[in-house]
């Protein structure tokens, strides 16, 4: 993710100083920045000491501006995330719960993240084969009724429908 820093000061005098850095980097660029940028005359040191991201590029969910040190931490959240595959699971986590991405509990995501599922009819098939249908006769499991189950079992989850699957989380 790449992040837009600049001078808060001269933002609010109407001028854009700042340089696009990885977010990674934020805080050392931030210690660094009346050396890395080019200020106008008008930038007083003294007055323009804070800085912060404007805009944000190549983010895997909808970001405000922020602080350079939270711009950072989200950076190391989006690694851990991407090293297990689950940065857009929990993109959708935070649709759903309207948790900040910075403060959520990411340990309620992980215990409540079912899984990636090519549709919601296929997880509840699954989960159908494997607990109820696994110890009853072929004769009786002909009876089952899989759309009633499907629909009923809908109502202990929260299903995100995307182009790619659905997301599916405990309620």
Known sequence: ???????????????LVGEWVEAGNATDFEADFANR???PASHIAEAHEEYWVFDIDESPWKLGEMSPSDAEAI????DELR???????????LEVTGEPVLGGDIDAFRDNYV??????????????????????DQAVANYFDWEAWARDLA???HIVDTLQGVYIFHL
């Open 1 to 15: 993710m790449r992040v837009w820093i600049g001078c808060l000061g001269c933002y609010n005098g109407g001028d």
């Open 37 to 39: 940028v080019k200020v």
């Open 75 to 78: 950076q190391e959240l989006i």
């Open 83 to 93: 090293e297990n595959c689950l940065e857009d699971a929990y993109g959708y986590w």
């Open 115 to 136: 899984g990636h599922f090519p549709t919601w009819r296929y997880y509840a098939d699954e989960v159908a084969i494997e607990t109820i249908l696994m110890s009853v």
């Open 155 to 157: 109502y202990d989850y």
